[in-house]
């Protein structure tokens, strides 16, 4: 069994003279021919190691041919102390994509044309297990092992990304064992990827939504009515023009992002962190109250403390039904109190 591994070790450092196709194939043709001898043979997998200082100058580009190209350019770090358990080979590059339900896909080389660092094309392609690395171990960009940055392109086929159009970049190291990607994740590019700014998913497996999404929000005037002195008044607002509601349109993959929402007060927070009504007559006395935002999914205590997130509905519109929690004092003067609130919303990372 160690004599067969070994050999297999030996195959993947020189199999790189052929074939990207071929390379695969015949590795995949060893793995069988292990397994039925010893039982107990596996392929490479994946590795996890702090490669870069991070990705930058991201951008997605439709060529109109029914092709793609993203780019992002990689701040590598030094390679040494980052492949322990094998021989460096080359830099290496790993590309993912997208299903439809914005689950990720397992990396591939699939329907992809190109991948160039530092404008040099890819030698080969490795398949392992569950993963596909893209590497040059005869070109000096990819074989520089001293911290460098430098461009990676990627051209494929659209009908990669037409379930989700939006592609993953990973930093790697090719090796003569197991493989390493970047631990810190992965530059995720899209429609929404604007003015070169990357967004980095450090777990991949939890995309935003590829496109923008814009919302517009009604927000009533309420009337909470009297408050009970000395006690606490719960008042829902149930009817339909209470509703803070908002509508949005243009992306049907609004529902696989959290939304957190959130809202300042013109009076500011008591003592306790509760918002303050306050007396149109004498401005020194106030009402602490908090709000509650509920519908059929979720419930949120505003001000939003914990940063409790909420999804949007599919339709285009979602709406929340307010519940006010007031607490008078006893001594409160009577009269008109009130506050003024400016909600925000803001995707949860």
């Known amino acids: 069994m160690n004599i067969q591994c070994g050999v297999f070790e ?40 702090d490669l870069s200082n991070g990705y930058s100058n991201c951008s997605l580009k439709d060529n109109g ?40 896909n397992e990396s591939s080389s699939v ?16 398949g392992g297990y569950r993963y596909a690395m893209f590497s040059n171990r005869y070109n000096s960009q990819w074989i520089n092992r001293s911290p460098f940055r430098a461009a990676v392109v990627v051209q494929f086929n659209n009908s990669i990304i037409a379930k989700w159009p939006a592609i993953g970049i990973r930093a790697g190291i090719f090796t003569s ?18 003015n070169g700014i990357c967004t980095l ?24 009515g009297e408050l009970s002195r000395g006690e606490e008044t719960l008042k829902t607002l149930s009817a339909a023009n209470d509703q803070l509601c908002f509508t949005y349109e243009g992306s049907k993959f609004v529902t696989f ?19 303050l009504l306050k007396s149109l007559e004498d401005s020194s006395k106030t009402v602490p109250y908090s709000l509650t935002l ?14 409790t997130g ?18 008078a004092e006893k001594k409160s003067p009577g009269g008109a109190y009130s506050d003024v609130l400016t909600f925000t919303v803001v995707a949860k990372p």
Not at 40 to 47: C, H, K, T, W
Not at 69 to 97: E, L
Not at 257 to 275: E, H, M, P, V, W
Request: aromatic share 10%; proline share 5%.
């Open 65 to 104: 041919n029914g092709t793609s190209t993203a780019r992002v350019d990689f701040d590598y770090k030094a390679a040494a102390g980052h492949h322990p358990t094998a021989n460096f080979q080359s830099r290496g590059v790993i590309v993912y994509t997208y299903g439809a339900a914005g689950q990720l």
């Open 294 to 307: 509920q519908n059929a999914n979720a419930t949120m205590l505003l001000p939003n403390a914990k940063n």
């Open 10 to 49: 030996r195959i993947k450092k020189i199999a790189g003279v052929f074939s990207g196709c071929v390379l695969k194939q015949l590795c995949g043709l060893f793995l069988v021919g292990l397994s039925l001898a010893a039982g107990e043979a596996s392929a490479y997998v994946m590795r996890y190691s």
């Open 257 to 275: 992002q959290k939304y957190i929402i959130n809202a300042t007060n013109l009076n500011g927070l008591s003592s306790n962190g509760r918002y």
């Open 177 to 194: 064992g197991d493989d390493y990607g970047d631990s810190a994740g992965l530059a995720y590019i899209s429609p929404a990827t604007q």
């Open 111 to 126: 329907g992809i044309n190109s991948v160039t660092l530092g404008g040099f094309e890819k030698e080969t392609i490795f």
């Open 201 to 224: 998913l450090v777990n991949p497996e939890q995309p935003p939504p590829p496109m923008d999404v814009t919302l517009t929000m009604n927000a009533p005037d309420w009337d909470i």
């Open 310 to 327: 909420f999804n949007l509905n599919e339709n285009g519109r979602t709406c929340f039904t307010p519940t006010f929690t007031a607490l």
